[in-house]
């Protein structure tokens, strides 16, 4: 959208059957427009760590950025203040915290690749992959494995590998790369998901 108010007034439409329990503005103004008792439609179909329908089992916050630009810092600072109310009410863990491209590859690419998850990461809002992941078998299956274990969906190879980069190697491109399995690796051995608890 062309601005936080445009896309204030998109989320409150019930036409258009989209919504979040939070917008924040590039201005860092941040609005409440579902309570977070309530089911938000942000994710839309989308899977992640074994379980189906995000958006009953999320808070949803959308950030105003064109998608190419980077976050501003009012902005970021406005999520930062949000995220440790909304993580200790829900009792969500760091590796809980998603973006919608990693649970929905195949439709959505936000927030995109200007977004700072490390920054996140170091102060205990998101994770990021240790430093000296040791790739191991570096090879398609073990990356596709890995992934699942992290939490993402059994989609199409090469969207998740997107996503991935997206949020966790913004700068690759290309094939597959040592890099991306080592990483990968590394997040899954540290944070795998307990699908049978997702499932239930």
């Not at 941040?30 to 808070?59: C, F, K, Y």
Request: aromatic fraction near 8%; charge should be negative; hydrophobic fraction near 40%.
């Amino acid at each position: 959208m062309r601005s936080a108010e445009a896309a204030l007034r998109r989320l409150c439409d019930p036409d258009y059957e989209v919504s979040s329990h939070y917008l924040i503005g590039r201005c860092g103004r941040t609005w409440q427009l579902v309570s977070e008792e309530r089911r938000a439609w942000h994710a839309g179909h989308s899977h992640w760590a074994g379980a189906p329908d995000v958006n009953s089992r999320s808070i949803g916050i959308e950030l105003d950025n064109d998608g190419r630009s980077p976050f501003t810092e009012p902005l970021m600072r406005s999520l930062e203040a949000l995220m440790p109310g909304i993580m200790q009410r829900w009792n969500i863990k760091p590796e809980s915290v998603i973006a919608h491209s990693d649970c929905a590859p195949v439709r959505k690419c936000d927030p995109g690749r200007r977004f700072d998850w490390k920054r996140l990461a170091h102060q205990g809002l998101s994770v990021w992959p240790g430093l000296d992941a040791a790739a191991g078998e570096a090879g398609p299956a073990r990356f596709r494995a890995d992934a699942i274990r992290f939490g993402y969906p059994d989609e199409e190879p090469s969207l998740v590998l997107d996503a991935f980069r997206q949020r966790f190697q913004p700068w690759a491109d290309g094939p597959l790369k040592t890099a991306d399995v080592a990483a990968m690796a590394d997040l899954a051995a540290r944070y795998p998901v307990d699908r049978d608890a997702n499932e239930a």
